[in-house]
């Protein structure tokens, strides 16, 4: 992997090992008691479509999150796994919400928005979410209450330090 799909910290990573013995020995969601976590950050990638977008554990522990107000912070096409979440009161999570996430254009530029199994930016707009989106590939963080999410890769470092800072109080 080389420029531009690597910045300093893709570097700093691969040169650790103690990052990478953990990478290489990471548990399955459903090992983890997410009850002491105080944040979730889900990471972006076309993988989440097919298992986490429809996974009951991730899909309850999204709303776990979310209704006892410890944030939720969501890149690229993370949000997409907000789909089918339902608050307790069985209304979509993202009705009347403003977030954002990977969108239509931006995938279609790569040339993969055929290959997905959704959209989405259509299936969160379908299920009532207010979507917010920028140009192509611009650094764009929305927050809505406990919700906070990122639109492409460049949103990344801003969303981890939205998220440091609600957790620094």
Known sequence: MKAPFTTENTARFLNDPVALFAASNTRKLR???YSTFDALFVPGGYGLLWDL???SYTIKMIRDFYESNRPVAMVCHAPA???D???SDGTYLVEGVKLTGFKNDEDTEIELLHHLLFSLEDELKRRGANYISKANWEANVVV???LMTGQSPASAPPLAVVLRD???G
Do not use: P, Q
Request: charged residues 40%.
């Open 81 to 83: 796994i907000l789909r």
């Open 166 to 168: 609600v957790l620094a």
């Open 144 to 146: 809505d209450g406990a």
């Open 85 to 87: 979440v339902k608050k």
């Open 53 to 55: 977008a429809v996974d």
């Open 31 to 33: 090992e983890i008691d």
